[in-house]
């Protein structure tokens, strides 16, 4: 059985940083692309990251590109979200996706296995 859990959301102020972590059991990261999507309260869940499965490839949204850093953990089967400069629109419930069998990375549908989201709010 997989299991996803994200961690490290808080609330914090505008211009600030955060760390979000994905660990995983019952699939190896290093086999598999990895996602980072958030939803923010009224809207959809909209993909903001991707790596590939051997970290080469990264991949943003225009609106935090230069800000989030994606990157492979130093300890196995984590990955990372290093955000800075954070904004208030960067508010919602962040969630790992593991796993993308089809279609283009920013579309959830095509991935299979999900966390269960950590609360990120950035007051201004």
């Known amino acids: 059985q997989v299991q996803v859990v994200e961690s490290g959301g808080g609330l914090v102020q505008a211009g600030e940083s955060l760390r979000l972590s994905c660990t995983a059991s019952?699939?190896?990261?290093?086999?598999?692309?990895m996602g980072w999507f958030r939803q923010a309260p009224g809207q959809e869940r909209e993909g903001i990251s991707f790596?590939?499965?051997?970290?080469?490839?990264?991949d943003y949204i225009d609106s935090v590109k230069g800000r989030f850093t994606i990157s492979r953990g130093a300890v196995k089967n984590t990955l990372d979200l290093k955000m800075t400069n954070l904004k208030p629109e960067d508010t919602g419930i962040y969630y790992c996706?593991?796993?993308?069998?089809?279609?283009?990375?920013?579309?959830?549908?095509?991935?299979?296995?999900w966390g269960q989201g950590t609360q990120v709010t950035v007051s201004s």
């Open positions: 996706a593991a796993d993308r069998k089809r279609g283009a990375w920013a579309d959830g549908a095509g991935w299979t296995h």
């Open positions: 019952g699939v190896t990261f290093a086999d598999v692309a």
């Open positions: 790596i590939n499965w051997d970290g080469r490839i990264t």
